[in-house]
Each structure stands twice: as C-alpha cells, then as structure tokens.
C-alpha cells in the first residue's frame, strides 16, 4: 500500500512563501499520478494541482495559477508543491494524494478519483 507524508506546513505572512513535500513509500511512485488538495475549515476537500506520473504534464486550479508549482521526482519518490504570493484565502490543511489513473492529470481533478492520502499539513496565512 502507499503510504505518504506531507510536510512543510507553517504559519505564514500573506505574502509570503512555503514549499509542501510529500514522501512516498510502499508502491512504485512512479506509476501513480499525484495530486495537491487542500481543505479549508467548513468548507470541502479541492484540489489544488496535479502532476502525470512522469511529471510531464500538470495541472492548477485557477486561484492557484501563477503562484504555486508542483514538481516530483520519481527517483527520490517526492512529491513538492512550491507555493508563492500567498494569501490568508490559501489557509487550509493540504494533502497529498495519489491516483493510479493514466487519463490526463487535468481530468483527473475529484477526490473520489485518488486512492491514497496523506495525513495533511496545515498552512495558516495570517494578513
């Protein structure tokens, strides 16, 4: 079974920067798509980015474009999501989350759709 470990959640000034990791351990993390989701209190589980197995193909929500990255490296089974200019609508628990489904990382953006989660990490950006 995979297994994965978010980390890197902080308080933050809006503004402000934070890179997310997750560690993969369990299963090839090659052969699964990855995704970023994020909740915010009272309000639904979304998703934030996506990544194709190869991380050749990646996919961002649009409130997100422009200011966050996500990035893996299939070698070390890493998992980051680098994120700038944030803002305190950005405060949320973020998890990592894997899929083995080989359709477009664009398409694959529901939570139903991922099979394994992370136990998430909080990021909390004060104005």
């Known amino acids: 079974q995979l297994q994965l470990v978010e980390s890197g959640g902080a308080v933050v000034q809006a503004g402000g920067s934070l890179r997310l990791s997750c560690a993969a351990s369990g299963l090839t993390f090659g052969l699964y798509a990855m995704g970023w989701f994020r909740q915010a209190p009272g309000k639904e589980r979304e998703i934030v980015s996506a990544i194709s197995r190869s991380g050749g193909s990646t996919y961002y929500a649009d409130p997100v474009k422009g200011r966050l990255t996500i990035s893996r490296d299939n070698a070390k089974n890493t998992l980051d999501l680098q994120m700038n200019g944030l803002k305190p609508e950005d405060t949320a628990v973020y998890y990592c989350?894997?899929?083995?489904?080989?359709?477009?990382?664009?398409?694959?953006?529901?939570?139903?759709?991922?099979?394994?989660w992370g136990q998430g990490t909080q990021v909390t950006v004060s104005s």
């Open positions: 989350a894997a899929t083995p489904q080989g359709s477009p990382v664009r398409t694959v953006t529901q939570r139903y759709e991922y099979a394994y």
